[in-house]
């Protein structure tokens, strides 16, 4: 069943125009143009996911945060904000809100913060599913072949020589193919600890795979999701 979201948004382009990524995304989207029309449809039909934006005529997005979070509410809220100045986006926090996108923003941005707050909230969301795994254990995904047991890869017919943590790292986004991992679950997952906001650790080790992986004329097969993290597709 695809999740009931309720996007607030009183810019009437952006609205019409997100309304349709959504739906697309698979969402069931109920869109309105102001904060008022906001708290009653919550109130009428308690949607999965709300995206509200900031500034709205009436009730803005930070009061109907603040009222939904006094009835007790704990929907997952996505703000979208033209705000960039750190005081603003921690009004937009403490108001209840559990992320933040700054306009202009890249709807696919939109789609994967909306996946990890689905996730955190253990609420259903639809996801790829794992990459096929091959008779002999081996993973596939991305034209991309990996034996776990061996710690062995295979871009088409040719193996590439990786190491230790470059294959660990693959191995993850291989196995979560088309799902965009957080960078907090990289670090955790790879490293068991998370080096901090302004740590290239991360960054530096996906350019070393994308050197060894990604074939000169062709796109990256790991994909940067900016301020989320990273994806392994084959676009």
């Not at 913060?113 to 790829?128: E, K, Q, S």
């Not at 072949?145 to 020589?161: K, N, S, T």
């Not at 191995?171 to 990289?186: F, P, Q, S, Y």
């Amino acid at each position: 069943m695809p999740q009931n979201l309720l996007l607030a948004e009183d810019d009437r382009a952006i609205r019409h125009a997100l309304e349709r990524a959504l739906t697309l995304e698979g969402y069931a989207v109920t869109a309105v143009a102001d904060g008022v029309e906001a708290l009653a449809q919550a109130h009428r039909t308690p949607p999965d996911v709300l995206v509200l934006d900031v500034m709205m005529p009436g009730i803005d997005g930070l009061q109907v945060c603040r009222v939904l979070r006094a009835e007790g509410n704990r929907t997952p809220i996505l703000m979208l904000t033209a705000l960039v100045e750190t005081a603003d986006r921690i009004a937009g926090l403490d108001a209840g809100a559990d992320d933040y996108v700054v306009k202009p923003f890249d709807v696919e941005e939109v789609f994967a913060r909306l996946r990890a707050l689905l996730r955190r909230t253990g609420a259903p969301v639809d996801v790829p599913s794992e990459p096929p795994r091959m008779p002999d254990g081996q993973i596939a995904a991305a034209g991309l072949r990996i034996d776990p047991q061996a710690r062995r890869v295979w871009r088409g017919p040719h193996e590439v020589e990786l190491t230790r943590t470059e294959f660990d790292l693959l191995e993850l986004l291989v196995r979560n193919a088309g799902i965009v991992l957080d960078h907090t679950t990289i670090y955790d997952r790879i490293w068991g600890y998370d080096f901090g906001p302004g740590s290239k650790n991360l960054a530096v080790y996906v350019g070393y795979l994308r050197r060894k992986l990604d074939e000169p004329g062709a796109p990256s097969m790991i994909h940067t999701v900016r301020g989320v993290g990273y994806v392994l597709r084959e676009d």
